[in-house]
């Protein structure tokens, strides 16, 4: 049974960072990419970040790119972003997702499972 489970979040100033994480279990991590979405209040879910089975290859929104970075831990099952200079356009659950896929691609309909979420909140 696939389980993915968030931490991280929180309520921070703009121009703070975070760092999210993910703990994944119940697959065999290594074989998979791994993404990150968001949702803000009264929009639809959107893709945050990816990253391939390996490591060796990451996809970015461009809204986050350059402030945002995606690592993961075969050797931990974790997957982890790490958020600077948040925006408060920042502002949504951040979801975990394991990929039907080993490559890093960026669609929702890649992606088999998700967490729970974790909430970022950025004030101004």
């Known amino acids: 049974q696939v389980q993915l489970v968030e931490s991280g979040g929180g309520l921070v100033q703009a121009g703070d960072s975070l760092r999210l994480s993910c703990a994944a279990s119940?697959?065999?991590?290594?074989?998979?990419?791994m993404g990150w979405f968001r949702q803000a209040p009264g929009k639809e879910r959107e893709f945050v970040s990816c990253?391939?089975?390996?490591?060796?290859?990451?996809n970015y929104a461009d809204s986050v790119k350059g402030r945002f970075t995606i690592s993961r831990d075969n050797a931990k099952n974790t997957v982890s972003l790490q958020m600077n200079s948040l925006k408060p356009e920042d502002r949504a659950v951040y979801y975990c997702?394991?990929?039907?896929?080993?490559?890093?691609?960026?669609?929702?309909?890649?992606?088999?499972?998700w967490g729970q979420g974790t909430q970022v909140t950025v004030s101004s």
């Open positions: 990253i391939s089975c390996n490591g060796g290859s990451t």
């Open positions: 997702a394991v990929s039907w896929y080993s490559g890093a691609y960026h669609r929702e309909r890649d992606f088999a499972s």
């Open positions: 119940g697959f065999t991590f290594s074989s998979y990419a």
